[in-house]
Antibody, heavy 118, light 108 residues
Framework: QITLKESGPKVVKSTQTLSLTCTFS??????????VGWIRQPPGKALEWLGL???????LYNPSLKNRIIIAKDTSQDQVVLTLTDMDPVDTATYYC??????????WGQGTLVTVSS | SYVLTQPPSMSVAPGQTATINCDGD??????IHWYQQKPGQAPVLLVH???VRPSGIPERFSGSNSGTTATLTISRVEDGDEADYYC????????????FGGGTKLTV
């Protein structure tokens, strides 16, 4: 059974750095073709892809966030960490981590709501 | 960047058929994927690679993709199908890699 779960702060202040951890099970991020990505959803709005990291360490990011985002993996711990700098109230959203297979999201975490206070 | 356009909302009576469109430039040349998101829940993969249903997804859900329009069809709509539906493509490594449509809220 594949599971992913996000953890981290529920509230951050403007200009601070957000760090979220995705802990997963049921698959290996060492397996060829496997990726873990981050997707967010502001309240009442659509899904927005943030970035992903592949089994081989290749990372890809949404160009609109490219200077603020880093995604790193710890294969030994079955974890992926999202770091997003210079947080702003517009970054308030539910953040999902997800298993990426081929070119789609195969499994989603339950999501974690992060609120940015001004 | 690539844009996928969906109608914001639609309404269908129980037992009828719902068709949700997703429009994009040369969309028929790409693989389209569909997700269902019920209120307060994470999205769930409904259809991948235009028309492939993951195990556990009812046959009532089907997909097609041609030209500039992809379509998710829900046959014999049930009350439990009330949800937001999102289309998604893989655009390319040099730009927005994963692109989602704006979502369609289906009211039953």
């Amino acid at each position: 059974q594949i599971t992913l779960k996000e953890s981290g702060p529920k509230v951050v202040k403007s200009t601070q750095t957000l760090s979220l951890t995705c802990t997963f099970s049921g698959f290996s991020l060492s397996s060829h073709g496997v990726g873990v990505g981050w997707i967010r959803q502001p309240p009442g709005k659509a899904l927005e892809w943030l970035g992903l990291i592949y089994w081989n360490g290749e990372d890809l990011y949404n160009p609109s966030l490219k200077n603020r985002i880093i995604i790193a993996k710890d294969t030994s711990q079955d974890q992926v960490v999202l770091t997003l700098t210079d947080m702003d109230p517009v970054d308030t959203a539910t953040y999902y981590c997800a298993l990426i297979l081929s070119d789609f999201v195969d499994n989603w975490g339950q999501g974690t709501l992060v609120t940015v206070s001004s | 960047s690539y844009v996928l356009t969906q109608p914001p909302s639609m309404s269908v009576a129980p037992g009828q058929t719902a068709t949700i469109n997703c429009d994009g430039d040369k969309l028929g040349s790409k693989n389209i994927h569909w997700y269902q998101q019920k209120p307060g829940q994470a999205p769930v993969l409904l259809v991948h690679d235009n028309s492939v249903r993951p195990s556990g997804i009812p046959e009532r859900f089907s997909g097609s993709n041609s030209g500039t329009t992809a379509t998710l069809t829900i046959s014999r709509v049930e009350d439990g199908d009330e949800a937001d539906y999102y289309c998604q493509v893989w655009y390319g490594r040099s730009d927005h890699v994963i692109v989602f449509g704006g979502g369609t809220k289906l009211t039953v």
